[in-house]
């Protein structure tokens, strides 16, 4: 933690409650900061995003002493529903955006007041296994076995779509046409008896959102299951609309708001699949948001050119691109030319030394980083699509190279604009209807074994593309 971003939280209690009081955060300095910070303050009154996180820290000390039976996953959500939205954006006149202000400015209250975050009236949870869910769609490969992991999962009846995770906000990047998502809340109301609350949408503009069912009653303890459909009506592709979605009590004791955030796109299917073997066949999804022409086209596959090279320990672990005359980073080019897709990788099966750290930089051919790979350890992969014609660089940094240097294996592809390959489309929908769904199946032969290879299904309107579908076959 730099010096100068270390936080105090500073509240003040009254006498007989746990009301936070407190309304400045102070934050400890050093007298010797970072530079362009003043220097010998050993305290700094301080505004922002820096200061939200120990705010928030000390709230949740707060909840967790008045509800020790609380998980971190209500914590968050009672903060969350019972914020107020009246904060303004950086400019400090227009109202603050989801993405400025996320649920909005935490009204913590007393432990006894309804309505606050200490009585929220309802709670969304998530344990261990639905974060593990949603991994499965927004990061596979954090698993050994994703295919194995995730299907156990799904059968033990855990959602698997990241938009599907069960907290408070509600977010679609990719919503095609239409598209649902599901939440569960639990009653947390202090009150005695059944408690109703009834669904009050604000609908982002260009949308419709619709919610089944629109009632919920509840005891304290009981949970329901509720679904929010939302479908484009003429919001433009390609730019966030907000909205919100609150339950009300019908007795006006609870509101329970819950953000809303949605971005239309022509079609939406998974970024990559995978598969293994010399031959083979996978099948995946795809869903329209537009109305015409739809074509798919493989493009591939390609096996990974290795490229063997030794890095040496960059002594001040800071990546420049004039390590390369040092020896703490090794430069490779790329002469990219008509290329759809371009990607390098150092797995960690690809380093001499189990504890070496090499990081990946990627440079276009204007002398601009426009990408990097900087994980724990080594386990580095970064992709281009569309990449400008021209020589591309990457380099790889030597961050941790015991004994001084290491050898390792560069593994990277080119896959073209043009179709053709090994890789076949089987079946497609040949035009494409709003809201739509259908399934594409590929397959491919003469996949070398104990090679890796990479491909990609691209799909379009005419003789527009809208995107890839990348296809990983590893046969290593």
């Not at 929220?120 to 994703?146: H, I, K, M, Q, T």
């Not at 015409?292 to 800071?318: E, F, I, M, R, W």
């Not at 592809?413 to 179709?419: I, K, L, Q």
Request: charged content about 15%; aromatic content about 8%.
């Amino acid at each position: 933690m730099r010096s100068n971003n270390s936080a105090l939280l500073c509240a003040r209690f009254g006498s007989g409650t746990s009301r936070l009081r407190a309304s400045r955060y102070l934050a400890g300095n050093s007298p010797v900061p970072d530079p362009g910070l003043p220097a010998g303050e050993l305290f700094q009154a301080i505004a922002g995003t820096s200061m939200s996180s120990p705010h928030v820290a000390g709230l949740f000390a707060l909840l967790k002493q008045a509800h020790p039976d609380w998980s971190a996953a209500e914590a968050k959500s009672a903060l969350m529903t019972s914020a107020r939205q009246d904060v303004l954006s950086n400019d400090r006149k227009t109202q603050a955006g989801p993405f400025d202000m996320g649920s909005g400015h935490v009204k913590p209250g007393r432990p006894g007041d309804t309505g606050s975050s200490f009585q929220p009236g309802l709670a969304y949870d998530a344990g261990f296994n639905e974060y593990l869910g949603f991994l499965c769609d927004a990061d596979r490969s954090v698993f050994g076995n994703p295919d194995a992991t995730c299907g156990s999962l799904e059968a033990d009846g855990v959602p698997v779509k990241a938009t599907d995770l069960n907290v408070p906000s509600i977010g679609v990047s990719q919503l095609a046409g239409t598209q649902t998502v599901t939440r569960t809340v639990t009653s947390v109301a202090k009150n005695a008896g059944v408690l109703r609350y009834d669904a009050q949408v604000s609908a982002p503009t260009g949308y419709t959102v619709s919610v089944s069912p629109s009632s919920l009653s509840l005891n304290r303890g009981q949970s329901a299951t509720f679904k929010v459909t939302i479908t484009n009506v003429s919001a433009p592709v390609d730019e966030w609309r907000f909205g919100s979605l609150t339950w009300k009590e019908q007795g006006g004791h609870y509101l329970v708001r819950s953000p809303i955030a949605v971005k239309a796109s022509q079609f939406s299917a998974p970024d990559e699949v995978t598969g293994s073997g010399v031959s083979g066949s996978l099948s995946f999804p795809v869903q329209f948001g537009y109305t015409g022409p739809y074509t798919a086209a493989a493009h591939g596959l390609v096996p990974a050119t290795l490229t063997h090279a030794n890095v040496k320990q960059d002594p001040d672990q800071t990546f420049d691109p004039s390590d390369t005359g040092a020896g703490g980073a090794v430069a490779h080019t790329f002469n990219l030319s008509n290329v759809g897709v371009f990607r390098a990788a150092i797995p960690p099966d690809a380093v001499d030394d189990a504890e070496a750290d090499l990081d990946v930089y990627v440079y276009n051919p204007a002398g601009e980083q426009v990408a990097s790979s900087t994980l724990g350890g080594t386990d580095e992969e970064v992709t281009i699509q569309d990449p400008a014609d021209g020589t591309w660089t990457v380099y790889v940094h030597g961050w941790q190279a015991p004994g001084g240097d290491t050898n390792y294996t560069l593994y990277s592809w080119s896959v073209s604009n043009a179709p053709g390959g090994n890789l076949t489309v089987d079946s497609a929908p040949t035009s494409a209807t709003i809201g739509e769904k259908d399934t594409i199946g590929i397959s491919w032969s003469g996949a070398t074994d104990g090679q890796w290879h990479l491909g990609a299904v691209s799909h379009n309107e005419g003789s527009t593309l809208l995107g890839r579908t990348l296809v990983e076959v590893n046969n290593r």
